[in-house]
């Protein structure tokens, strides 16, 4: 029986994980050095002792196992509470969901707003799952530049009348990743105002407001005037928590879209397991403590970064915001695939090649500052050594 996947795979356009592997294999198998790997974003920094805590004892309690029907009661007044504190943003219980991550939400919105042929507007580049969402909903993709020489901000002018007059949906997030910019104010009130007049619904990606690492911190989009006319915005435990692994995110804003993604997503799935819950409770009462310890360490980890990599001979615009940092890459390399590939076989050090995040990546490579300083001294050393920055 020769079984087909459905032609909408197709459209998961993702790069081959078993030929990474098998790369990185053949780099040790050849050298004997492991591979300094910064390719994934996934924090080695630990969550709250008491985040760990709470986990564990409620994951010890009987009625934790039963179905969670819907966000507790405790978690949805912690999150009213949490955002009138940090963003000045007040929230009814009906403006708020929880969801499974960011990704579950990223991955599901198009199939709960869009119809077949609708237009989606997302900025180029992405994270990956912007690309593949509204194409597995049978929706199509504009593709919105963000470019170096615009602070990699959307450049509304350059969007057609007739592309903005058809789009149904649009993300947007800053900060940004892959970039690491924010956004000033005036970004988001031109952001309402071209929303507004072309009838499109935002989508505010908002992972990273918590690792803005100079004053003014990062804000939620739902603070400007009109935000909640046309948008709504996600909000994710994993980054500013430290809770990747735990699932854990929220989606709040705009009423009718929050019921439009409940109806969906009741039918479909149940709500994060009820310990993940009252461990992202206590995660927000502990985060006056928790998350300037957080955006310092991933300060000095950005500044680690660059500095060493200055003395491997690579200089790297300094990132405002975000756990990442995006180079570009030497001008002797077309295309950051290629250098990617040779940054991994001669330097034994894995990025993400821009091109994963869309052709305006082209130019670039992301690194997660996920490594520990002799890591990061390690994979400057062998940079340095091979030689690929400096044309031979």
Known sequence: MNIQPAKRLASIDSPSFSELYDAKKKYTERTGQEVIDFSIGSSNIPPHNQVKEALADAAKEDESYQYSLAPSKEIIDAIRQWYAKRYNVQLNEEEIITVKGSQEALSHIPLALCDENDLVLIPDPYYPIYGVAPKLAGANIYYMPLKEENDYLIDFDKIPEEIAKQAKLMYV???NNPTGKKAPDSFYEQLIEFATKNDIIVLHDNAYSELVFEEPLGKSFLAFEGAKNIGFELNSFSKSYSMGGARLAVMVGNKQVIDIYKKMINMTDFQAFGAIQKAGIQALAQADHFVPALRKEYKRRRDFFIEEMEKAGWQIQVPEA???????????????????????EKAGVLANAGTSFGQEGKRYVRFALVRDD????EAARRIAQSQIISKI
């Open 173 to 175: 997030s800053y900060p």
């Open 322 to 344: 975000t756990m990442f940092v995006w180079a570009k890459i030497p001008e002797h390399y077309s295309d950051s695939a290629k250098f990617n590939k040779d940054l991994l």
């Open 374 to 377: 002799d890591e990061v001294k």
